[in-house]
């Protein structure tokens, strides 16, 4: 797993070639592209959780996968409760 931040698959967006997805990162809606994930025959759908880079969904996981990735960011010294930009 690559060190990324998590976040929750709000719904698809429309056009775009099917590459970006509304995604909630600690609250916040943020626009993602997802071209990177090999998805094969699974789409994401809401409530999927996403390892966000650089505004790029770099890894499907779950929710452990995501409360994992939430607790190395907190050993870094970024609290749960500030949002990312």
Do not use: K, T
Not at 37 to 60: C, K
């Amino acid at each position: 797993m690559c060190l990324g931040i998590p976040g929750q698959v709000v719904e698809m967006v429309e056009g775009y070639g099917g590459q970006l997805a509304l995604i909630d990162v600690a609250g916040a809606s943020r626009r993602v592209n997802i071209g990177m994930l090999e998805l094969d025959e699974q789409h994401l759908s809401p409530g999927d959780w996403v390892l966000i880079h650089m505004g790029f969904a770099v890894e499907r996981v779950d929710a452990a996968g995501a409360e994992e990735a939430m607790a190395g960011l907190e050993l870094m010294g970024r609290p749960r409760d500030e949002a990312p930009s």
